[in-house]
């Protein structure tokens, strides 16, 4: 410069200057689960084995069976004791499977408040030890009010659950498979308690009230695995991905033809059998092949997710297996056990699925 001083360049810094501290990183929330990979991604303790043997059960137990009795077909001695060992494998499978899920349930701080997850585990405790008592000890055991309080916990511990997910998934398809979990649990809870009120239970529009309540639960429970499969099912464009999407397809147009075959039965059969295996009642003499579309989504979407490589969508495809096999309104402890089971599991892909998204658009 003309004043002969030291001509200082943008990229110079001044002398005696202090270094500018590095940028401190900006802190991003981060779901309850922490990493994609993170505890609720892999697949709980024998929940797979619980999901394969309670499919065998339910379907040689109440659907090949009921079908060679009604051809006066003697069953072989293989299917009939492949019923009752299948269902003893359920349920030690799903009572293990359930309590780990419950452990990580309540030790999951990040997931929600205390209070909830107590009710949670409280729930679930209910849960276990009144199926422990139907499984492990001799028949007598176990009473008619020990299953309807096993039923009103489980349809609680759903809602408590599914809350829980819907309050931190953000897609529109996770927080629709969350409320009709929710819905179809509260709509077969609230007949529950409303026949047990003297005032309301010779009343005929109370009749009509529970009959529209059970007609929307059944409802919500068949839309759950289809708007689950929007969460799932694998979406992306890769060679896995396509092929379990092209499996699910042909599991559909299976079930379209069973359908089409059920539907030269006679009518008492094929409502017998449809009630049997989902507990589906109430659109039987109005619309029963209105049942095939619903159903035949939910079997595909179980398929599809199920033959995925990666494990949250097969703990996704698991969950919807049990979630049909337990069937509507369960007023068993196999099919209690099965449908709590389910719910978890589809809840726990959502959060994992959820958070992987999430994850990978920062």
């Known amino acids: 410069m003309a004043s002969g001083g030291a001509d200082l360049s943008e990229t110079e810094e001044l002398p005696n200057q202090p270094p500018e501290p590095p940028e401190a990183p900006v802190d ?11 505890p609720f991604s892999s697949m709980p303790p024998l929940s797979l084995l ?47 499977s359930l309590s780990f899920c419950a452990v990580e349930l309540v030790r999951s701080r990040e997931l929600t408040f205390p209070g909830r997850r107590i009710v949670i585990g409280g729930l679930t405790a209910l849960l276990i030890s009144t199926l422990g008592v139907a499984t492990f000890l001799p028949e007598g055991h176990m009473s008619a009010q020990h299953v309807l309080l096993a039923a009103g916990a489980l349809h609680m511990l759903v809602v408590q659950v599914a809350m829980t997910t819907m309050r931190i998934e953000g897609s529109l398809a996770g927080r629709t498979t969350n409320f009709l979990l929710a819905a179809s649990s509260l709509f077969a809870l609230a007949p529950m308690l409303l026949r047990h009120v003297p005032s ?13 309540l059970h007609g929307l639960g059944e409802l919500s429970f ?25 499996t699910g397809m042909v599991a559909v147009c299976i079930m379209a ?25 109430w659109a039987l003499e109005r619309a029963s092949l209105g049942y095939a579309i619903p159903i035949s989504l939910a079997i595909g979407a179980a398929t599809a997710a199920s033959v995925s490589k990666d494990a949250r969508h097969r703990q996704g495809g698991a969950g919807l297996w049990l979630w049909l096999v337990g069937g509507y309104n369960p007023l068993t402890p196999a099919r209690i056990l099965v449908t709590a089971l389910g719910a978890i599991l589809i809840c726990r892909a959502i959060l994992s699925l959820g958070e992987s998204k999430v994850l990978h658009s920062r």
């Open 28 to 38: 991003r929330p981060v779901m309850a689960m922490g990493t994609a990979r993170g």
């Open 50 to 96: 619980a999901a394969l043997s309670a499919l065998t059960w339910v379907s040689v137990h109440r659907l090949v069976l009921p079908l060679m009795a009604s051809r006066k077909v003697v069953p072989p001695t293989l299917l009939l004791l492949m019923a009752p060992f299948a269902l003893n494998v359920t349920a030690v499978a799903g009572i293990v």
């Open 200 to 212: 309301l239970s010779q009343s005929s529009w109370a009749s009509e009230g529970i009959a529209s």
């Open 222 to 246: 068949l839309l759950t695995p289809t708007a689950g499969a929007f969460v799932v099912l694998p979406w992306s464009a890769d060679g896995s991905a396509r092929f379990a999407r092209r």
């Open 257 to 281: 033809l069973v359908f089409s075959a059920a539907a030269r039965i006679p009518d008492a059969l094929y409502g017998h059998l449809l009630y049997s295996t989902l507990r589906l009642e």
